[in-house]
């Protein structure tokens, strides 16, 4: 590479890639049970509501509904007797997905985003089983913009339409922003779930605190992505670099062996750290990359 040569701009939105569905369909049970606890169904809500599980047989009364009528029990009886049953509890899911400009980069198979976003499809998919719910919130580009719970069909549509706007293209130099999104999470989401967060984690303050305090009250899985590039400095002269995050140029020569070295050195620690806060707070870590099958790595951590 010529002296003062330029990077190339990322390459345009790939897409996440195939999904197939036999994976997706083996991560059902083990990601509800690892990171979600117990799923809608295997623990009772209190009172009484629709559900599967028989809570008592009582006369009717006007007003019941009549579909819920036991014609064993009102031929036994001599008079209708209706089924009231033990409402099942259904998880809500909240899906934090990082679309600050950092997740624009990638030099593997795809950008760091689209396997943010196939990432956040896989979880999606997972929640509305079951009867379950999915909520959005992204953050990295102003304030975060949360798309409400939402059911079935409904929610993977509102997912796939909050990730269709793709990440911020702009230096916003917010390094508050995750830490930003999980406090007004802490403030919306109030029933206990599951809280799913994707994003690179880089350049970010003060997140540790209120994702212990998520950790709290929800079950919690952070999928970290991550791009070879960003762990090593290449041997290619002088470069012209542009930070993502803040849109400041730098200009290096990469041909000082140290100067690889200390860059090395200080993306590991960087990684090592968020490891640490992880295991720290009992959160369940996953670490995928662009380059490879993402889809797979995260089957096997979760395996």
């Known amino acids: 590479m010529s002296p003062g040569a330029r990077l190339r701009p990322p390459a345009g939105r790939q897409g996440p890639g195939p999904i197939p569905p036999q994976i997706v369909d083996g991560l059902q049970?083990?990601?509800?049970?690892?990171?979600?606890?117990a799923l809608p169904g295997d623990t009772k809500a209190p009172g009484v509501g629709a559900g599967t599980e028989l809570a008592q047989l009582r006369p009717y009364e006007v007003g019941d509904d009549v579909r819920q009528l036991d014609p064993a029990a009102s031929a036994r009886a001599g008079?209708?007797?209706?089924?009231?049953?033990?409402?099942?509890?259904?998880?809500?899911?909240?899906?934090?997905?990082?679309?600050?400009?950092?997740?624009?980069?990638?030099?593997?198979s795809r950008l760091k985003s689209d396997v943010a976003e196939g990432a956040a499809l896989v979880v999606g998919r997972l929640a509305i089983r079951r009867a379950g719910r999915v909520a959005v919130m992204k953050f990295g580009a102003g304030k975060p913009?949360?798309?409400?719970?939402?059911?079935?069909?409904?929610?993977?549509?509102?997912?796939?339409?909050?990730?269709?706007?793709?990440v911020a293209r702009d230096g916003q130099g917010d390094r508050q922003a995750l830490a930003g999104a999980l406090r007004r999470l802490g403030r919306v989401a109030t029933q206990p779930g599951l809280v799913a967060i994707i994003s690179d984690f880089r350049d970010q303050d003060g997140w540790t605190r209120p994702l212990g305090a998520l950790r709290a009250h929800h079950s919690v899985f952070a999928i970290e992505v991550r791009d070879p590039r960003e762990m090593s400095l290449p041997d290619v002269g002088r470069l012209a670099v542009v930070d993502p995050e803040t849109?400041?140029?730098i200009t290096v020569d990469s041909s000082h062996?140290?100067?690889?070295?200390r860059f090395a050195s200080i993306e590991a620690e960087k990684r090592a750290r968020v490891a640490r806060e992880m295991r720290r707070l009992q959160i369940e870590h996953a670490v995928v990359s662009t380059d490879g099958d993402w889809l797979r790595e995260l089957g096997r951590r979760l395996s």
């Open 79 to 108: 008079e209708p007797y209706v089924r009231v049953h033990v409402p099942e509890r259904t998880l809500t899911t909240w899906v934090v997905v990082d679309i600050s400009p950092s997740m624009a980069f990638g030099t593997g």
């Open 247 to 249: 849109g400041e140029h």
């Open 145 to 166: 913009d949360l798309h409400p719970p939402r059911a079935s069909k409904p929610g993977l549509v509102s997912l796939r339409r909050a990730l269709a706007e793709g």
């Open 29 to 37: 049970l083990v990601m509800a049970r690892r990171a979600g606890g």
């Open 257 to 261: 062996p140290k100067l690889r070295r």
